[in-house]
């Protein structure tokens, strides 16, 4: 591939009781001098550079842990910055959607406690907009949801306020940053990596000036990396730059190691056919296509993150994407996904019940995406990201029944024809939708105009695949205006079970092979 990727890979390392109290010193004196340099910045208005050669001299810093610091500073700043009309977004969205709740919503207790949600997304949207007017990023070293449970100390398990101290300050000092340069040997000189003939590293990390009572360097033998290791090896012979970030969490310490990605070759092939992918909260559907545009294969991987930690999360979307990036390594065919705002989905969860909410809550969309980008780099595999534009709508009715695919498979079907560059028509007149029911309603497709972009008609679609759905969920009992406004939304429609068309035509044997 013509572009480099940064990629990182971690190990932990065994520290002994003194290694570990120089470290958590490093980490002490790194996480002082980055809060002393932000407080002195936005108080003088100066950029960080103008800083550089005071602080060398009052902290020990050589000019190279300067610069990480200040890069590792930077980047939390524009972090901030950029999220900033995203968090906004998604707080105009939220409250929309909370005003919409309330209005329908006839429960008094539930109007209470929305009333009282919408009061805090206003505040929060307005201390955000202010934010952004000032051009002044706060950032909260340690971070705001533990700095917020000091003042609810017995419910978040802390005693006296001495513990949770304790636990703030460990948290606000519980990492560095080394940055590395492909002008320096081994691609840093703070932090000197080499490898061993047995496939583990040796590390040796230069202590900042004010820690020489511990000597120059401290170093770590036969580290080794379950994953990565030959891309650091291919690294080190092309002298490339290597950054290093040691964190400490509950088990001990951990070192990150980030680097350029080295060219891979494409082997995908553009007009083979290609993977289409639907992303789900508990699964990953999957539809292969042929040059044609024809199915050529489709499976379901389950994939539930709900309930699980982050390593296990991990391990699974790890798994899965494993699976579809071999798939398409042997057919040589390209990835199409999704390009989906999970932001804008997340700020719709005002009308779903708990259950859907907790678990679109933890849906790790954002690290699959990444997942699948990642792995099918490493392979060669071009990973192409489509618009999600009515898929589910164009799955439903064009593939569902026809192939006899769930609607995930029929939206990743879908995507890997609108990423090969195909146009969906419809290719029927009549649309044939299974209901939660076990039975299937059937109904008229509209009229399409030929002037407009075909995603009208889709739109259309939408609109009466929703109205027929509720129509048949809750069929008008005698009131008149229930019936005036579904003749107006709903085109008529026929509700059949789900085997009336082999009861009198196939044996009892083959009526539950129907597979939608």
């Not at 706060?138 to 006296?160: D, T, V, W």
């Not at 997942?371 to 593939?399: C, L, M, Q």
């Not at 739109?459 to 008149?480: C, F, M, T």
């Amino acid at each position: 591939m013509s572009d480099s990727r940064q990629s990182t890979f971690q190990t932990r390392i065994p520290v002994s009781q003194d290694e570990d109290l120089i470290l958590a010193e490093y980490a002490v004196q790194y996480g002082h001098v980055e809060r002393c340099l932000y407080a002195d910045m936005r108080r003088s208005g100066l950029r960080m550079a103008s800083f550089k050669n005071s602080y060398l001299l009052k902290y020990g810093l050589t000019a190279r842990q300067f610069n990480a610091i200040a890069r590792n500073l930077e980047g939390k700043i524009s972090s901030i910055k950029e999220l900033l009309p995203l968090r906004i977004q998604e707080k105009e969205l939220a409250i929309t959607k909370a005003k919409k709740v309330i209005a329908k919503s006839k429960n008094g207790n539930k109007i209470h406690q929305k009333k009282r949600r919408l009061h805090k997304l206003e505040t929060e949207l307005e201390a955000l907009r202010k934010q952004r007017v000032s051009g002044d990023p706060r950032i909260c070293f340690g971070s705001r949801k533990l700095f917020r449970k000091q003042f609810n100390l017995e419910i978040n398990g802390y005693l006296p306020h001495s513990e949770w101290l304790a636990d703030w300050r460990a948290k606000r000092s519980s990492q560095f940053f080394v940055l590395g340069s492909k002008d320096e040997n081994t691609g840093c000189q703070g932090c000197v990596i080499t490898a061993n003939i047995d496939g583990t590293f040796n590390l040796k990390l230069r202590l900042l000036n004010s820690m020489r009572q511990h000597g120059k360097y401290l170093r770590f033998e036969n580290v080794r990396f379950n994953y990565g290791a030959d891309v650091i090896r291919q690294t080190l012979r092309c002298g490339q730059a290597i950054s290093y970030r040691f964190l400490k969490d509950e088990k001990g310490w951990r070192v990150l190691v980030s680097t350029n990605l080295p060219e891979v070759k494409i082997i995908s092939i553009r007009h083979a056919g290609a993977i289409g992918v639907d992303i789900n909260a508990d699964c990953l559907a999957v539809s292969e296509i042929d040059r044609f545009g024809n199915l050529a294969g489709t499976r379901v991987i389950p994939l539930v993150t709900y309930g699980k930690t982050q390593k296990q999360a991990e391990a699974l979307i790890g798994d899965a994407v494993k699976e579809i990036v071999a798939r398409a390594v042997g057919a040589r065919k390209l990835i199409v996904v999704e390009r989906l705002d999970f932001k804008k989905k997340r700020a719709e969860l005002e009308a779903e019940n708990p259950y859907k909410a907790r678990m679109l809550s933890s849906f790790a969309y954002k690290k699959m995406l990444q997942s699948i980008h990642s792995a099918a780099y490493r392979s060669g595999i071009e990973v192409i990201e489509a618009n999600p534009a009515y898929t589910s709508v164009i799955g439903k009715v064009n593939f569902s029944k026809r192939f006899g695919l769930s609607t995930h498979q029929g939206a990743a079907l879908a995507i890997a024809r609108r990423g090969s560059g195909f146009r969906e028509r419809p290719t029927t007149d009549v649309a044939c939708l299974a209901t939660s029911k076990g039975d299937h309603v059937t109904f008229p497709l509209p009229a399409r105009n030929a002037g407009k972009h075909v995603w009208s008609f889709w739109s259309d679609v939408e609109k009466s695949i929703k109205a027929v759905l509720a129509a048949h969920g809750r069929p008008p009992q005698g009131d008149p205006l229930m019936t005036r406004s579904l003749e107006r939304k709903c085109p008529p429609f026929t509700v059949r079970s789900r085997d009336a068309n082999r009861r009198q035509h196939c044996s009892a044997g083959v009526m539950g092979g129907i597979p939608w």
